[in-house]
């Protein structure tokens, strides 16, 4: 079955420094979504990708969407104390309508 | 914006017992919604999907026996965990979708972590 692949599983970084997580689908999706999930808490809804190509941007963050529209990536620019949690990127199935949530990544930032 | 309301936040409960979670859509009408489970530092797994009115549809491996649904009104979904062991201690999350649609994202709930003992 389709399946979306994250990586890295975790990233400690300096506060200050640059964060990307790397989002994978084994088959062609309808959109991207990304989410936040503190620790403790849920996941919050950050932003959705349609377009093949897309690039969009809240604040410090830059989204793109792959040409193919079966890779994603999430960048943090300078990141900050506040931007530790577990970050997920979910594909929206084409066939299913389903999202399917990657592994997520989990990033620390050392202040 | 929409707001998803789940309860109980924790539960702890003896091995045998049933256990039911709540969700609610409490500023919008949510015809389905998305029951999740996640295990600790890991991603999140849908279980099932509720529809309002109807039968809930469940993934592949998940007990609907085990893993009761309800979705009686628009804004109220509810599974119940029955006859409940220590290996369906878990956080468990639902989830809907406002506006309506399948690329809208997901409002989650806070989620429920059963501990069972």
């Known amino acids: 079955g389709q399946q979306v692949m994250q990586i890295p599983q975790y990233q400690h970084v300096q506060e200050g420094e640059d964060f990307t997580t790397y989002c994978n689908s084994s088959?062609?999706?309808?959109?991207i979504q990304w989410y936040k999930q503190r620790p403790g808490g849920h996941p919050v809804f950050l932003i959705q990708?349609?377009?093949?190509?897309e690039v969009k941007k809240q604040k410090r963050l830059t989204f793109q969407f792959g040409e193919a529209k079966k890779n994603s990536s999430l960048h943090i620019t300078a990141t900050q104390t506040t931007d530790v949690g577990t970050y997920f990127c979910?594909?929206?199935?084409?066939?299913?309508?389903?999202?399917?949530f990657g592994q997520g990544t989990t990033l620390q930032v050392k202040p | 914006g929409a707001v998803v309301s789940q309860h109980p936040s924790w539960v702890i409960c003896k091995s045998g017992t049933s256990v039911k979670i709540e969700c609610r859509s409490l500023d919008f009408q949510a015809t389905t919604m998305f029951w999740y489970r996640q295990f600790p530092k890991q991603s999140l797994m849908l279980m099932a999907t509720s529809n309002e009115g109807s039968k809930a549809t469940y993934e592949q491996g998940v007990e609907k026996d085990k893993f009761l649904i309800n979705h009686a009104s628009l804004t109220l979904s509810t599974l119940t965990v029955t006859s409940a062991h220590p290996e369906d201690s878990s956080f468990y999350i639902c989830?809907?979708?406002?506006?309506?649609?399948?690329?809208?994202?997901?409002?989650f709930g806070n989620g429920t972590r059963l501990t069972v003992t």
């Open positions: 989830s809907a979708r406002d506006p309506a649609g399948a690329v809208a994202p997901l409002h």
């Open positions: 088959t062609t999706l309808s959109n």
């Open positions: 979910a594909g929206g199935s084409s066939n299913t309508g389903k999202l399917i």
């Open positions: 990708l349609v377009k093949s190509g």
